[in-house]
Nanobody, 123 residues
Framework: QVQLVESGGRLVQAGGSLRLSCAVS????????MGWFRQTPGKEGEFVAA????????QYADSVKGRFTISRDNAKNTVSLQMNNLKPEDTAVYSC????????????????WGQGTQVTVSS
């Protein structure tokens, strides 16, 4: 069974940076598109970023474009999200996901999910 474990979330001041990581085990990592989603209480999960199997293509939500960068290392079975110029509205639980479908922005397209890591941005 594929397992995903996120790390790197913490409290940070507005304008600061964080790097989230997601370690994947139990499957063939390079088969999967990888995505990051975030969720706040009372709201549906929001697509943040996704990356193709070989890392050659990526997609971002408009709200994070230019500030966040997704990357993956298929040799280490990890996917990362570099977050710069963080804003209070970026506060959320961030989860990584693995899927076979090319519909990256839909959470229904992903087959496996991590438990999430809390990111809190103070103003």
């Amino acid at each position: 069974q594929v397992q995903l474990v996120e790390s790197g979330g913490r409290l940070v001041q507005a304008g600061g940076s964080l790097r989230l990581s997601c370690a994947v085990s139990g499957g063939t990592f390079s088969w999967y598109h990888m995505g990051w989603f975030r969720q706040t209480p009372g709201k549906e999960g929001e697509f943040v970023a996704a990356i193709s199997r070989n890392g050659g293509s990526s997609q971002y939500a408009d709200s994070v474009k230019g500030r966040f960068t997704i990357s993956r290392d298929n040799a280490k079975n990890t996917v990362s999200l570099q977050m710069n110029n963080l804003k209070p509205e970026d506060t959320a639980v961030y989860s990584c996901a693995a899927g076979l479908s090319p519909r990256w922005t839909s959470n229904d397209s992903y087959d496996y999910w991590g438990q999430g890591t809390q990111v809190t941005v103070s103003s």
